[in-house]
């Protein structure tokens, strides 16, 4: 079975920092390429950042220069540093895996980022 499991969302104030972790279970880890996205309430899930099993790593533009994502293959973790958070910030966010030759993916249940005052 597999799993994706994600940790590390909660409450931060503006320019805060957070850092999200994602581990998983059931899966070949180092031949996935990982992603984060994230959905608003009353918008569409988006991508944020994925990193390859190569590690080419690729970042929505609303979080470049703020973010910072990163994998560990022998802890099955993909992580994503967050840091000068703004409310524009505030989502579920979602783990995701999708094998090398795109044949499958998975998806975590998100983890809650709130960024408010």
């Known amino acids: 079975q597999v799993q994706l499991v994600e940790s590390g969302g909660g409450l931060v104030q503006p320019g805060g920092s957070l850092r999200l972790s994602c581990t998983s279970s059931?899966?070949?880890?180092?031949?996935?390429?990982m992603g984060w996205y994230r959905q608003a309430p009353g918008k569409q899930r988006e991508l944020v950042a994925t990193?390859?099993?190569?590690?080419?790593?690729n970042y929505v533009d609303s979080v470049k220069g703020r973010s910072t994502i990163s994998r560990d293959n022998a802890k099955n973790t993909v992580y994503l540093q967050m840091n000068s958070l703004k409310p524009e910030d505030t989502a579920v966010y979602y783990c995701?895996?999708?094998?090398?030759?795109?044949?499958?993916?998975?998806w975590g249940q998100g983890t809650q980022v709130i960024v408010s005052s």
């Open positions: 990193i390859s099993s190569g590690s080419y790593i």
């Open positions: 995701h895996a999708e094998h090398l030759l795109r044949t499958r993916d998975y």
């Open positions: 059931g899966i070949n880890f180092s031949i996935y390429a």
